[in-house]
């Protein structure tokens, strides 16, 4: 059975404008990669109501998953939730467990549960909760769509939430070769064995450290045995 | 006048993988704010033919400039430069001048210029070359497409290549406020506040350190006086 795909969606001005640098694509990608759900591709867009719809829309049609980050606080430019409602054409309000959720929590910690507080609990008809053991304000899926905090320490709660209901596929396994030359060197031989094998996918990765160069090479593939047997082929030119 | 608008394109398997965490979206996105120029959108492909041509068809009709990094080396998973040719429907070959640069550079080293090291000489007809300071082997721009290589030393240098050529906008300014106080409490007057100055983007970002919590409140815009005018207010506000 093939992979289920997936695709991310960060949301955020901060990422664009270079203030933030993001890091949950990285932790999403290794994630996915484990559970044998193939990422296919990400995108950043910024808080702006129709970049997000088209994204949305774009991305949920042609995956298994969408995960999104970012855009689901209290303040002005938290437009994610509405955007999320306008991609799947399904209304949206504050939502009974929602709410329920909230409010005990800023009781507990005797704070305002204003108005602010109370657009958190908007979400699509229709969605379902994901649980926020970190801060509470609950993420949701809709249909393939997975929306979650900005917040990484959110983002990765959230995610861990998520994972346990998906479906995942054969684990994406990985074997590299580190070898002291240039790309340049080993490209010919790397590229007639990576034909050999089109099942598996073959990857070169140059570094330089300490004044020495060489190259990472990657093979990638489901299949344990074909990935050791090609890791064998490659070590005998390379190792 | 409006700022000039950008998008950048990663394209890289071990991105998408988990194995590689990318570093060129958050350097560029510096650059083109301190340039003027608005990245309005990135997106991460794997290196697929077909995936990365609709990518820079999608992009590049878009934006001012399209920015790409990854996949311009000589191993078989170098796709790049094939599929960007692909995208503006030109030929592509090894060209006199790159073929130049190459050659020499591999004869100071006292290395074979193979059949490997050629493939680096592939430019789409049309395209400019891309000055690389580091390893020689250039990049290039073709229409509004300027195409990178993906690591990161190489990516910054190529980047320093192309910008004195492209035309900047007011730089994009930003100021911010650090609150010890959390979202849920100042976004009521932060949001009307923001409502009030439509010409600016405001933004709110929270943090934990040291068990405290709080926001950064950002506020950024190209009129100098407005954003001073504007963080008067937000300083009076919650300063």
């Known amino acids: 059975m093939p992979n289920p795909t997936a695709a991310m969606l960060v949301i955020g001005d901060e990422i ?8 949950n694509l990285h932790f999403l990608a290794g994630v996915l990669t484990q559970r044998g759900i193939r990422l296919v591709e990400a995108r950043v867009v910024a808080d702006d109501h129709d970049a997000i719809v088209a994204a949305v829309n774009a991305l949920r049609s042609g995956v298994d998953h969408v995960f999104t980050s970012g855009g689901i606080g209290p303040t002005h430019d938290d437009i994610t939730a509405d955007a999320v409602a306008a991609a799947f054409g399904v209304a949206i309000g504050k939502r009974a467990d929602a709410m329920a959720l909230l409010s005990a929590h800023y009781a507990r910690q005797g704070l305002e549960f204003n108005e602010a507080r109370q657009r958190m609990a908007r979400i699509p008809d229709g969605a379902v909760l994901i649980d926020n053991p970190v801060s509470v304000a609950p993420g949701f899926s809709i249909g393939n769509v997975h929306v979650m905090a900005g917040v990484p320490r959110i983002f990765e709660a959230m995610v861990a939430s998520v994972m346990p209901g998906l479906t995942g ?10 070898v002291e030359r240039g790309e340049g060197e080993i490209a010919g031989a790397f590229g007639a064995l990576a034909a050999e094998y089109p099942d598996l ?3 070169s990765y140059p570094f330089q450290s300490n004044g020495l160069h ?6 990638r593939g489901t299949d344990a045995a074909r990935l050791d047997e090609a890791m064998g082929r490659l070590t005998a030119l390379f190792g």
């Open 169 to 178: 596929g054969d684990p994406l396994l990985s074997q590299s070769l580190r």
């Open 214 to 219: 060489g190259t990472n090479l990657v093979i």
């Open 16 to 23: 664009l404008s270079g203030r933030t640098r993001d890091s």
């Open 201 to 203: 996918s073959m990857g």
